[in-house]
């Protein structure tokens, strides 16, 4: 297997473990909780999915891959259905939106794994329907027509019925790129990623709390957009008495305060009640502080390097839905985490992603740990062929 890959994950689960103990202090005590409530939580799970990426080391891709990426796929997106219509004591809600099945000593979010399951059923069907031959935009269309049907359902499923338009846009940008690579025409491509940005508009200017958090991101960074246009354009689009976006300045107060070293493990202050839930959806910004920018800058390369190996992967595989898949996997994490790490930054609105790996949470790190270990069920494969490349 692909042990740099694996060394690497385990290192970020590793961090993530330690985070979960030292960003969730206000938590605990707002709350009641024990001290290592969080921390034992997540090193339960960190261990456990450790041991789950190496066991599908030993599986063979050619004879599980499918089975396990359609199963997943079928599983999550029937749980995702039926999740609304369960009885409340078996759904836990967050603004109204049911997200999480409550399992007992623990709560699932499907989401997280349907996004793996997706984007194996993409990369087993595009193989199948798709290629690189020469097609008429119109003709494109037709043959993807079927995947826009259930993308729908998909939205309706997790924008509408989850209020969770974040995910939606990770799916999307994925499935786009995906087409892409599976045969689709860069004309296509351009036509779809404009289809994706008009539809996640609808979405935000239909929805009162996506406004203001529009709202809110442009209160941050209106002075400095418009301090480098003419002036009849400041005009136009300044807006005055927006909503004080406190959690985007202590953000980035946060990032400040920890400078180029930190103020130490264990030392933040921002994590103290001015940024909720600083473990989960900023947990970047709280590592920042305690940890510094070199620290942050390390931490950051180590998840590009995962993402460089697994489309090294890629790209080193001779099946198309092994290829297909692996692509997907590293895109889908790629994207979650420049969309969390440019809402915390405020470079765009923040949208709620965790990030792979170091955000606190059984489900994200669960199945971003099972998209992993079947990356790496599939590079077992990459080094069988060159060797025998070699040897030839």
Not at 82 to 108: D, K, N, Q
Request: contains cysteine; positive net charge.
């Amino acid at each position: 297997m692909d042990k740099y890959l694996f060394y690497s994950v385990c290192f970020l689960i590793g961090v993530g473990i330690v985070f979960s103990y030292s960003l969730s202090t206000y938590t605990v005590l707002y709350f009641g909780y024990s001290d290592f409530h969080f921390f034992a939580r997540q090193a339960i799970v960190g261990i456990l999915c450790i041991g789950m990426i190496f066991s599908f080391s030993f599986f063979n891709p050619d004879r599980h891959l499918h089975i396990l990426g359609i199963s997943i796929f079928i599983f999550s997106l029937f749980l995702m259905s039926i999740m609304h219509f369960l009885p409340e004591s078996m759904v836990t809600s967050a603004g109204g939106a049911r997200r999480w099945i409550r399992l007992p000593g623990f709560s699932l979010a499907p989401v997280e794994f349907f996004k793996v399951g997706f984007i194996y059923f993409l990369a087993w069907s595009f193989n199948r329907k798709l290629g690189h031959k020469k097609r008429k935009v119109l003709e494109e269309f037709k043959v993807l027509f079927p995947y826009f049907a259930i993308f729908i359902l998909i939205i309706y499923l997790i924008a509408i019925m989850q209020n969770d338009l974040g995910q939606i846009v990770v799916l999307a940008f994925t499935f786009a790129f995906m087409a892409l690579f599976a045969g689709a025409s860069a004309k296509f491509f351009a036509l779809l990623t404009s289809g994706i940005v008009s539809v996640a508009m609808l979405f935000i200017f239909t929805s009162p709390h996506r406004i203001l958090r529009i709202k809110s991101w442009w209160s941050n960074i209106q002075d400095m957009v418009l301090s480098v246009l003419p002036e009849s354009f400041s005009t136009i689009l300044r807006v005055e008495n927006l909503v004080e976006p406190y959690q985007i300045s202590h953000s980035l107060n946060a990032i400040h305060n920890g400078g180029i070293f930190g103020q130490g493990l264990g030392n933040g202050i921002f994590k103290l009640g001015y940024l909720s839930e600083v473990h989960t959806d900023f947990v970047l910004a709280g590592i920042a502080e305690e940890l510094g920018l070199i620290s942050l800058v390390f931490i950051t390369s180590i998840v590009f390097f995962v993402i460089y190996r697994i489309l090294r992967i890629a790209n080193r595989i001779e099946n198309r839905v092994f290829y297909l898949f692996s692509f997907g996997i590293g895109s889908m994490l790629g994207f979650s985490f420049l969309m969390n790490a440019y809402g915390i930054t405020s470079i765009t609105p923040i949208k709620g992603i965790a990030v792979p790996f170091l955000s606190y949470g059984g489900s994200s790190l669960i199945a971003s740990s099972l998209a992993i270990g079947l990356v790496i069920m599939i590079s077992k494969k990459t080094s069988k062929n060159f060797k025998k490349l070699g040897k030839n």
